[in-house]
């Protein structure tokens, strides 16, 4: 088994203290050159190699970064977590996740012990409050997901959700379908505005009005997925496509018509946001607007870590998206006006 070694074990091996190794580390002019060089050649002997975010996590008195997710279960917030969590961890930093399942008393229990415990910094994905996130920030580097509610102040990472939406309604209408039906997601979350305004974008730019009366509130979960297709076979005059504002809702929305005999993509076309891995026990892939989880999540990371490292930062980063075309569309026949019509 491979020896792991530590500060501990090479100031053993050169019989001083961790003082002096961390200093030979971090303040190396203050150690004599004799010691400093028996310190440098023992780890080099015995392949010790620093890590240098652990030092300026040291000099902070702090260990870790938290993450803060709203809802776990959620298939786009896990594979986040786990991204991150690798990412954290080939750096030799564990990550606290904080899954508030979208509860305001957690939020809190989990900012006190964080700060009282010194963490050395926070990544806050959507859904949690401003109050929250400006508290946080006071006392620790704080870096967000797919927020802008709190502008110009830390830095951000985000999916260009806007004109992925925009061309995943485009597709649709190229596909001639003009009655287009979407499942919003809770219009306080910044994405799910932004994937709105995406597509409403779209219909104005092809000319398009507008309909309220084929626009469902979402709320990202799956049942809402559900609950909007029951209301859209409600409606006088059923949409000939559905564009919902995640995959969660769209999964709803299919196997809801699943359940009636109603056929995807025959019968009604779909369309989610995400592109993650819903449909694996499916035959059907879904069409759907893919966001680039590992780039968000590395881009996080990286501005956190230069937070902590020492650098002022309020950058702005826009991943973009890309839509994957699936088996859930389909072109439908335009009803061409003949003579008789106009007779």
Excluded at 22 to 42: G, I
Excluded at 285 to 290: A, C, G, I, N, Y
Aim: with cysteine.
């Amino acid at each position: 088994m491979k020896q792991e070694y530590t500060i501990a074990r090479i100031a053993k091996l050169c019989n001083t203290s961790k003082a002096t190794v961390s200093r030979v580390l971090n303040n190396p002019e203050v150690v004599s050159e004799k010691l400093r060089t028996k310190v440098l050649e023992t780890m080099k002997r015995v392949g010790y190699t620093p890590n240098p975010f652990a030092k300026q996590l040291g000099i902070r008195g702090s260990w870790g970064i938290a993450l803060f997710v709203f809802d776990i279960i959620n298939p786009f917030f896990a594979l986040m977590t786990r991204q991150i969590g690798h990412l954290t961890m080939e750096k030799g930093i564990p990550l606290t996740v904080c899954d508030t399942e979208n509860d305001a008393k957690k939020e809190e229990v989990y900012l006190e012990y964080l700060l009282r415990n010194k963490i050395g910094g926070i990544i806050f994905t959507e859904g949690f409050s401003v109050s929250l996130v400006e508290r946080a920030h006071r006392r620790v580097p704080v870096v967000l997901v797919d927020q802008h509610y709190v502008p110009e102040t830390v830095p951000e990472v985000t999916s260009d959700n806007f004109h992925g939406s925009l061309q995943a309604t485009e597709y649709l209408i190229q596909l001639n379908h003009s009655r287009i039906g979407y499942v919003a997601g809770p219009q306080e979350f910044p994405s799910a505005r932004q994937r709105l305004n995406g597509y409403r974008q779209a219909l104005k730019n092809n000319r398009i009005a507008y309909n309220a009366e084929i626009v469902y509130q979402g709320d990202f979960m799956y049942d809402s997925g559900l609950q909007a297709l029951e209301y859209f076979l409600s409606l006088q005059e059923w949409p000939t496509a559905i564009f919902c504002a995640n995959d969660q809702m769209a999964l709803g929305v299919f196997n809801k018509a699943q359940q009636m005999n109603i056929s995807i993509p025959n019968d009604l076309s779909l369309v989610g946001f995400d592109a993650i891995p819903l449909f694996g026990l499916s035959s059907t892939k879904l069409t759907s607007v893919k966001q680039d989880i590992p780039r968000l999540c590395h881009m996080a990371v990286d501005l956190l870590l230069k937070q902590i490292g020492g650098e002022t930062s309020r950058e702005r980063i826009i991943v973009p998206t890309q839509l994957v075309v699936g088996d859930t569309c389909k072109k439908i026949a335009v009803k061409k006006t003949s003579d008789a019509d106009h007779a």
